[in-house]
């Protein structure tokens, strides 16, 4: 359903009993916002104000308080067209470049020491989503012998990502076969993106020549191409990272047990998590979802802001997960100043 309408002085005064509520976590009365925001009416004016806004959806009563809390609706309302625009301070530009810059060049490296920044910065969990591996060029394939009869295929991605696979032999294989077959690996298949990799690696092989003993060992890869590479891209990789949860678990919302385990339960659903994150990849700009908004009842009491990276052909999400208590005109942009200097550090 569409949002009501809201008269000026209900946006001034909506906008106020949101930015008491994320700074003080209490329920706002009339005449803490007189006195705090300077409406320029009278508290009684105020609790009118307040009162209609209940009426409409975006505030409510909790038990028997005096004041009210915005709800899912009011901060959706807030943030579509009350949120005033605020730059990301100097200094936290600064630590979240550095610490970023300095992550090292693996995409899960550089992904988590940001997440982690990013949580601490703001005081939230931090959380992002590595790319799709179908989407990721294969760079290298090396063969390591492991034992006479098994190998590890170690396949090097764009950004620094590895992946590796156990591969069974029929007896022991030769030292000149294993150079020669991964020898050939690589003249076929590096270049190509992993999804590329899974369809046509039989077909790139077939014609291959290579001398006797290593045709065994070229002959498994033909095979079992389907078996070898099914469990590096399944079908929905979930490759979330999280930040520290212990700096969203000393805000009011989570000091009560319940609170807590909700919290647990949120950092525990990786595939969830990941679920959500993935329908964000690819979409540009700043995705937001407020409470209620989510399909996932665990997220009912959280807020998911996250913007989207790049490298490459190669995209991702980075974020904060917090209680719908958000400070909306601080974390938004700031998230999306945390996934410019990811997709700069990537790209470079």
Not at 22 to 35: C, D, M, N, W
Not at 86 to 105: Q, Y
Not at 117 to 141: F, H, M, N, W, Y
């Amino acid at each position: 359903m569409p949002s009501p309408e809201l008269s000026d002085r209900e946006k001034k005064v909506l906008e106020a009993v949101i930015q008491c509520y994320v700074e003080t976590a209490q329920p706002a009365g009339s005449r803490a916002l007189a006195r705090k925001f300077g409406l320029g009416v009278s508290p009684a004016t105020i609790r009118n104000t307040m009162s209609d806004l209940e009426d409409k959806g975006f505030l409510y009563h909790p038990h028997t308080s005096a004041g009210r809390i915005p709800t899912d609706a009011a901060y959706r309302s807030y943030v579509n067209s009350l949120l005033p625009p605020i730059a990301v301070a100097t200094a936290d530009h600064r630590k979240l470049a550095e610490v970023i810059s300095g992550a090292g060049s693996a995409i899960d490296q550089i992904l988590r020491r940001a997440a982690q920044s990013l949580g601490v910065i703001t005081q939230e969990l931090g959380v992002a989503l590595g790319p799709r591996l179908d989407r990721s060029i294969l760079r290298r394939l090396d063969l390591v012998r492991l034992s006479s009869d098994r190998l590890l295929m170690v396949l090097t991605l764009d950004g620094g990502t590895m992946r590796t696979i156990f591969v069974e032999t029929r007896g022991e294989i030769a030292d000149v076969a294993l150079t020669e077959v991964s020898r050939v690996l690589n003249e076929r298949l590096t270049d190509l993106t992993m999804a590329q990799v899974r369809e046509t690696l039989a077909v790139r092989l077939r014609d291959a020549t290579t001398r006797p003993e290593a045709s065994e060992l070229l002959n498994v890869f033909i095979e079992e191409a389907d078996q070898l590479l099914e469990s590096t891209l399944p079908i929905d990789e979930e490759s979330v990272v999280l930040g520290q949860a212990s700096v969203l678990a000393e805000q009011p919302e989570f000091a009560s047990g319940d609170g807590m385990r909700r919290l647990v339960a949120l950092t525990e659903t990786r595939q969830q998590l990941g679920k959500l994150l993935r329908t964000r990849s690819g979409v540009p700009g700043i995705s937001i979802t407020i409470g209620s908004e989510h399909d996932d009842p665990a997220l009912e009491s959280f807020t998911v802001v996250t913007a989207e990276y790049t490298a490459g052909s190669l995209s991702g999400v980075i974020g904060v997960i917090g209680p719908t208590r958000l400070n909306y005109a601080r974390i938004i942009p700031m998230v999306d100043y945390t996934a410019k200097v990811v997709s700069k550090v990537l790209g470079r």
